[in-house]
């Protein structure tokens, strides 16, 4: 078994998650294979364990970027609510530790990097590559929502993908339990913000229903190569949201009918009439495309 999942002795002192036991690693423990990416927060190494051959995406946190409150309770509340997470389409960590200067996560890896570097170098998905994306992802936000967890950053950046294709959302750093108090937080993309978000005038409690509006964004843009309200004004982009307005100009032909439907079912304005999760994973059309991925002799779909 990998040191990774076993019990170790507590890592004291520093940086802590009061839910989540520290890891008694070293970051000497592990050889940087290479650099995967890197942000304002930090970087993400591919590295391996010394002892073994356990790969692990290790996301490297500056302690100066935690100096601020929001900043360190946002990093603490993302181990906290992922690491209590198993789901084959949940990106997995496995824990963390921290020294002096940096706080270490270590993650699941996935080697073909993120939905929207795949975006940004195709344009598009296939209509049974979006369908199979979409279908993972409602299920995964489900499993979450269960767990009375709104994800409330749902964009390609947030997608990873391991081989052949599958999907893991990831990046829980604007997640919250919905049990804890009301959540009326301005939080995640502009562009995937639902409007019930954007209603200053009547700033009521937002649900997880937001993450259902996000994933029509995020399956509009697989198949159109953009966001559907975008406008270089972000008023104008604002306003578009609030009324879901999409224009015929912004639609490509080549969008079946169907997947519009189940878009236009996820983009309703009114969280109460906006489409269920287990509606979109119950969709004939969506499975049906998403299994022409499955069916593929390269292609196993993981287990739980």
Same mark, same amino acid.
């Given at each position: &078994?990998?040191?990774?999942? %076993?019990?170790?002795?507590?890592?004291?002192?520093?940086?802590?998650?009061?839910?989540? %036991?520290?890891?008694?690693? #070293?970051?000497?423990?592990? !050889?940087?294979?290479?650099?995967?990416?890197?942000?304002?927060?930090?970087?993400?190494?591919? *590295?391996?364990?010394?002892?073994? /051959?356990?790969?692990?995406?290790?996301?490297?946190?500056?302690?100066? &970027?935690?100096?601020?409150?929001?900043?360190?309770?946002?990093?603490?509340?993302?181990?906290?609510?992922?690491? @209590?997470?198993?789901?084959?389409?949940?990106? &997995?960590?496995?824990?963390?530790?921290?020294?002096?200067?940096?706080?270490?996560?270590?993650?699941?890896? *996935?080697?073909?990097?993120?939905?929207?570097?795949?975006?940004?170098?195709? %344009?598009?998905?296939?209509?049974?590559?979006?369908?199979? !994306?979409?279908?993972?992802?409602?299920?995964?936000?489900?499993? *979450?929502?269960?767990?009375?967890?709104?994800?409330?950053?749902?964009?390609?950046?947030?997608?990873?993908?391991?081989?052949?294709?599958?999907? #893991?959302? $990831?990046?829980?750093?604007? $997640?919250?339990?919905?049990?804890?108090?009301?959540?009326?937080?301005?939080?995640?993309?502009?562009?995937?913000?639902?409007?019930?978000?954007?209603?200053?005038?009547?700033?009521?409690?937002?649900?997880?229903?937001?993450?259902?509006?996000?994933?029509?964004?995020?399956?509009?843009?697989?198949?159109?190569?953009?966001?559907?309200?975008?406008?270089?004004?972000?008023?104008? /982009?604002?306003?578009?949201?609030?009324?879901?307005?999409?224009?015929?100009?912004? @639609?490509?032909?080549?969008?079946?009918?169907?997947?519009?439907? !189940?878009?236009?079912?996820?983009? /309703?304005?009114?969280?109460?009439?906006?489409?269920?999760?287990?509606? !979109?994973?119950?969709?004939?059309?969506?499975? $049906?495309?998403?299994?022409?991925?499955?069916?593929?002799?390269?292609? %196993?779909?993981?287990?739980?």
């Amino acid at each position: &078994m990998s040191t990774l999942l %076993r019990s170790q002795k507590p890592n004291t002192g520093g940086f802590s998650v009061p839910e989540v %036991r520290k890891k008694s690693f #070293k970051r000497s423990d592990f !050889v940087s294979v290479k650099e995967l990416g890197k942000g304002g927060f930090g970087t993400v190494s591919l *590295c391996r364990e010394k002892d073994n /051959t356990i790969y692990v995406a290790m996301k490297q946190v500056s302690k100066k &970027m935690l100096a601020s409150g929001q900043a360190l309770r946002q990093l603490q509340r993302e181990i906290g609510l992922q690491h @209590t997470l198993r789901h084959k389409n949940i990106l &997995m960590l496995f824990g963390y530790f921290d020294d002096r200067d940096h706080v270490y996560i270590m993650l699941e890896p *996935c080697q073909l990097g993120s939905l929207y570097k795949v975006l940004r170098k195709n %344009r598009v998905l296939s209509l049974h590559r979006a369908c199979f !994306v979409v279908d993972c992802l409602a299920d995964a936000l489900q499993y *979450c929502h269960d767990r009375h967890i709104i994800h409330r950053d749902v964009k390609p950046e947030n997608v990873l993908l391991t081989g052949p294709f599958v999907p #893991k959302l $990831a990046d829980f750093g604007w $997640a919250v339990r919905t049990e804890t108090k009301n959540q009326q937080t301005l939080c995640g993309t502009p562009d995937y913000l639902s409007p019930e978000m954007l209603d200053f005038d009547n700033r009521s409690a937002h649900t997880f229903k937001i993450d259902n509006w996000s994933l029509g964004v995020l399956f509009f843009e697989c198949l159109a190569g953009k966001a559907p309200f975008y406008d270089k004004d972000q008023t104008t /982009t604002f306003e578009n949201i609030k009324s879901a307005h999409i224009t015929t100009a912004t @639609t490509p032909e080549e969008i079946p009918p169907e997947a519009m439907k !189940v878009i236009k079912g996820l983009l /309703t304005v009114d969280p109460k009439r906006r489409l269920k999760l287990k509606n !979109v994973r119950k969709n004939e059309f969506i499975q $049906a495309e998403a299994a022409k991925l499955a069916s593929k002799k390269i292609f %196993r779909r993981p287990t739980q």
